[in-house]
Each structure stands twice: as structure tokens, then as C-alpha cells.
């Protein structure tokens, strides 16, 4: 018997029934997206509800990220059973008179994001180095613009999960060294409330985590694996572990934007302090929790800062490749304008605004009021038989997919009354 069991170990023919670890060679393109919802804006947007109202506006970081997880699967399924992203997509399938304004606001969209992402990373190091706002964007533009004109796709998607872990190792450290009131966190998680003056800071924490950007990013970044099968088995087969690998990446998001909320309720809502730029958090967590933390949140946010100006650079280019009908590749011509469109006149935009942590917050309320264009073009080309074939969505998901649009829509509508 034992001879038999070590004839059978020597064999190479064995049918593979494991596939465990198959999972690895599908995550990357879902954490490349979640490095956009933990990006400066949303470092902003989440310190700034902490701060002001405590844990009472947890439950948008949980409806966002729902709305998020729904959104990205189904745009990437575009990508995988397509071979389009959702720019090459809408320019294919809609007349020009729809695509080109939405395509158009979309770049605008990316604008605001990179300005955002460019702040961040100049606010992180100002407050790591003493570097003026001005010189910090420029070095943190040209730092990205030589990684993303250099480095192939699989290099940058390496740096942005380390980029990631590290920012999620950050923040885990920073919880330890507060006391949280879990109760109250719970039931903010789960209980959507409305304080008196929070809906800028509740439409920016929605701009800040569903983005219109990533949207179009994830439909591009999807096929970078080759996951574009012809059989119908292959692309089921993809199908399955490209949901686990958005579940994985949005539940890793959800749980760092929450952890900002959540330090920022645990000290600066109980000491009664409104944070206003990042700058102020850092100095005030100092004397709270420490120079270790202080240091910690600079070095994280600088980590954000930068690879969120990567995936905003790469999307840019996405979009506006899409326009002319190609996918996105840095050494074509339509990738490097988008993308040098998008970090370009999002870095001169720096040199005119005044309060960078102001600009933070109205940069994400933008991305927010673009969002519903973006989500209804892609429910329409994902509902198209013409488009998607046998995997269309069902009348189920569509519904889904449009209720969706439709709360998008109503809280922006509820920010321009209020």
C-alpha cells in the first residue's frame, strides 16, 4: 500500500480539484480600486464627520461601500465579458450626443480626483518635511507621472497593494491607542441619521468612496489579466473570483474609511475639536496619542496621497483613450494626453485654492454629482443584450442597479436644496 501511495505521489497527471490558490492570480485589479475610497478626499471627508458629529454618520461609509461592491462587480463583468472598458463601451454602443458629454464630465471628474489625490500627498509632506503646499504637489506630480510613464502595469499594481497594507496597518495601530465606544459605533453603522448641517460632509463621504473614476478604472484594469475568455466556462470562472476579489478589496476599504471616523470621533468629537485641514488633525493627535501616531497618519496619508494620484492618472487615461475607441496603454498617445490632462490642470488648479482642506471636501462632493451620469450609462450598457449577451444583467440587478442611481441622485438634489 505505502508503495503505492509514493508511485501515486511521483505522478504529474493529476486533474487539479484545489484551485484555492487560484484565487491570488485574480486579486490585484479590486485593491488597485480601493486605494481610490481611501484616497486624501476621503482622509478629509471622514475626519471632518468624525470630528463633527462622532459616530453618527458611520452608516454612509456602510451604504456607500454596498453601493460600491454592487457597482464595481457589475462594471467589471462589463470589462470581462466585453473585453471594453466602460469609456471604449459607451463610445461603441450609445450615440455620440450621450456619450460624449458624460465621457466628458467623467475627465472633469478625474480632474477634481487628482486634485484631491496631489493635495494629499503635498499636505503629507508638509507635514513629514516642512515642504510649502505648492512644491509638496509638484514633487508628488512628477514622482507619479515618472512611475506611470515607466514602471508596466503589474509593477504599479504590486506598489499599490503594499500602499495599501501599509495605510491599513496604520490605521489598525492608531485604534489601539484609542478607546472606541463600540455601541455608538455599531449603531451608526447601521442607523442612517441626518444632523443639522451634515449633508455637505455626508455627500462627500458618498463622492469619496463610489467615484466615478474608479468606475471606469476597474472596467479597464479587469482585462489586464487577460481575463477576457471566449467560452463560457472560463468566463464564469472569472466571474466567480473576480466577486471575491471586489468583496475582499471594497470590505478592506470599508474598514479603513470607517477607522478614520472612528479615531476621529474617539478624539477629537470627545474633545470637542472640529477638525478643518489635516494638518490640524496630525499636530492634535500628537499631544493625544503620541509622536509615534502623529508620524504614523503622515507617513499613511502620504501613502494615500500617492497611489491614489496613480490609479486617478490611469483612469484619466482610460477615459479619454475610450473616447477615440482604445483601451488604455501608456505608451499610446490618447492615454498619455488623458493622463497628462487630468494631473496637469488638476496641479495648476492647486496654485489658486487657498484652503487645501476646503478644496478637499468640494472636490469629493463634485465626483458625487457626476456619479449618477456614470452610473446610468453603465446600468443601460450592462443591461443591453447587444452589449452583454447571455450576461446581461437580470431584471433583478438592473432594478438594483438603478435604485441605486436613484439614491445618488436624490441625496444630490437634497444638497442643492439644503
Given at each position: 500500500m505505502m508503495r503505492n501511495i509514493f508511485k501515486d505521489l511521483k505522478r504529474r497527471d493529476h486533474k487539479r480539484y484545489l484551485g484555492g490558490l487560484d484565487v491570488f492570480k485574480y486579486i490585484g485589479p479590486g485593491l488597485l480600486v480601493t486605494v481610490g475610497f481611501i484616497d486624501p478626499g476621503n482622509w478629509a471627508s471622514n475626519f471632518a464627520a468624525g470630528s463633527e458629529f462622532g459616530y453618527s454618520l458611520l452608516w454612509v461609509v456602510t451604504l456607500s461601500t454596498i453601493m460600491l461592491i454592487v457597482l464595481q462587480h457589475n462594471v467589471a463583468h462589463l470589462g470581462i465579458v466585453t473585453g471594453l472598458c466602460l469609456s471604449e463601451a459607451a463610445t461603441k454602443y450609445t450615440p455620440s450626443w450621450v456619450s460624449r458629454p458624460i465621457l466628458g464630465t467623467a475627465v472633469l471628474a478625474s480632474i477634481s480626483t487628482s486634485l484631491a489625490e496631489i493635495l494629499g500627498g503635498a499636505i503629507a509632506l508638509q507635514m513629514l518635511f516642512g515642504i510649502p503646499i505648492v512644491w509638496g504637489s509638484i514633487l508628488t506630480t512628477v514622482f507619479v507621472v515618472v512611475m506611470l510613464f515607466t514602471n508596466s502595469y503589474k509593477k504599479i499594481e504590486r506598489s499599490i497593494i503594499a500602499f495599501v497594507s501599509v495605510i491599513g496597518l496604520s490605521f489598525i495601530y492608531e485604534l489601539f491607542l484609542v478607546k472606541i465606544d463600540w455601541p455608538l459605533a455599531i449603531q451608526g453603522w447601521v442607523t442612517p441619521s441626518f444632523p443639522n448641517g451634515s449633508m455637505l460632509i455626508i455627500m462627500s463621504v458618498l463622492g469619496a468612496v463610489v467615484m466615478p473614476h474608479n468606475l471606469f478604472l476597474h472596467s479597464e484594469v479587469i482585462q489586464s489579466h487577460e481575463y477576457n475568455k471566449k467560452d463560457d466556462a472560463s468566463i464564469r470562472k472569472v466571474l466567480k473570483y473576480e466577486l471575491f476579489d471586489t468583496l475582499f478589496s471594497m470590505i478592506v476599504g470599508w474598514a479603513i474609511n470607517s477607522a478614520m471616523i472612528l479615531l476621529a470621533a474617539a478624539t477629537f468629537f470627545k474633545s470637542g475639536i472640529q477638525v478643518e485641514e489635516l494638518q490640524q488633525a496630525k499636530s492634535l493627535l500628537e499631544p493625544l496619542l503620541g509622536s509615534g501616531a502623529a508620524l504614523v497618519f503622515a507617513l499613511a496619508l502620504l501613502m494615500a496621497g500617492v497611489s491614489s494620484t496613480i490609479t486617478s492618472g490611469m483612469a484619466a487615461g482610460s477615459i479619454f483613450a475610450g473616447i477615440f475607441g482604445e483601451s488604455y496603454h501608456i505608451k499610446d498617445s490618447h492615454s498619455q494626453v488623458g493622463v497628462i490632462l487630468s494631473l496637469g490642470i488638476a496641479l495648476l488648479l492647486i496654485f489658486f485654492i487657498g484652503n487645501p482642506f476646503k478644496g478637499l471636501l468640494i472636490s469629493q462632493m463634485i465626483l458625487s454629482i457626476q456619479l449618477?451620469?456614470?452610473?446610468?450609462?453603465?446600468?443601460?450598457?450592462?443591461?443591453?443584450?447587444?452589449?452583454?449577451?447571455?450576461?446581461?444583467?437580470?431584471?433583478?440587478?438592473?432594478?438594483?442597479?438603478?435604485?441605486?442611481?436613484?439614491?445618488?441622485?436624490?441625496?444630490?438634489?437634497?444638497?442643492?436644496?439644503?
Open positions: 449618477p451620469f456614470t452610473v446610468f450609462l453603465q446600468v443601460g450598457l450592462t443591461s443591453s443584450r447587444k452589449v452583454m449577451g447571455q450576461y446581461v444583467n437580470s431584471k433583478w440587478s438592473t432594478f438594483v442597479l438603478y435604485a441605486i442611481a436613484a439614491v445618488v441622485t436624490v441625496l444630490n438634489i437634497m444638497l442643492l436644496v439644503s
